[in-house]
């Protein structure tokens, strides 16, 4: 059983360009949290979705951010025109029930 | 408050026990948790209690749940120069996690 599998690992983007963050969750996992992590810093809630439904996304900043979980397919994080300050590291976390939650690997956004 | 709180740094010598300390917000969490991250790393998840629970052994992990105080716990015994890694406390809280700024855990010889 394959754990969380985030890709890109590492994503560099000049600014203006649109980042897409992909999370596959662990099989039999309806349920998707992103966060994202600057450096020396905790997790910061972003969204929380299962499949096709946005349960909470109070933590998406209101523009240019949009995340989606489809039937089929992982799970995209979206960010359009990136600037310096979304260089950060993304995380995925997949859960059964809102119980324990898995993480993935991380995506490394670096805008240039 | 609205943040789960965490000391930022902990220092211990190898062998001995580490206590990590933290305090959440909201009394109706009902699963609180620990992760481990290792530099450039993701998060591990080391161990969770549920909410009715006051006590979690787990082989050198050993979790204390002050569910009055909101104030939960990790114990490592006998700490190893592999335990070095930043310890995130976290709550389930109105179905999203939200995760406390990490206790950074340094091992001395």
């Known amino acids: 059983n394959a754990g969380v599998m985030q890709n890109p690992r590492h994503l560099v983007r000049r600014r203006g360009q649109e980042a897409r963050l992909r999370c596959s969750p662990m099989?039999?996992?309806?349920?998707v949290y992103w966060y994202r992590q600057l450096p020396e810093e905790g997790l910061k809630f972003m969204v929380y979705?299962?499949?096709?439904?946005?349960?909470?996304e109070s933590g998406m900043p209101k523009e240019r951010f949009s995340a989606e979980f489809p039937k089929e397919g992982p799970s995209i994080l979206r960010i359009q025109q990136v600037v310096r300050g979304d260089s950060a590291a993304y995380f995925c976390?997949?859960?059964?029930?809102?119980?324990?939650?898995?993480f993935g690997q991380g995506t490394r956004l670096t805008v240039v | 408050g609205e943040d789960v709180e965490q000391s930022l740094f902990l220092s211990v010598r190898e062998g001995d026990s580490s206590v990590i300390n933290c305090t959440y917000t909201?009394?109706?969490?009902?699963?609180l948790y620990w992760y481990k991250q290792e530099p450039g790393a993701g998060l591990q998840l080391l161990t969770y209690?549920?909410?009715?629970?006051d006590m979690k052994q787990d082989q050198r992990l050993t979790v204390l749940l002050n569910k009055k105080d909101k104030h939960l716990s990790l114990r490592i015994a006998d700490t190893q120069t592999g335990d070095s890694a930043i310890y995130f406390c976290?709550?389930?809280?109105?179905?999203?996690?939200?995760f406390g700024s990490g206790t950074r855990l340094s091992i001395r010889p």
């Open positions: 209690i549920f909410s009715n629970m």
């Open positions: 979705l299962q499949k096709e439904n946005i349960i909470d």
């Open positions: 099989k039999g996992h309806s349920h």
């Open positions: 976390a997949s859960s059964r029930r809102e119980t324990e939650a898995f």
């Open positions: 976290a709550e389930n809280r109105a179905s999203k996690i939200i």
């Open positions: 909201d009394s109706s969490s009902t699963y």
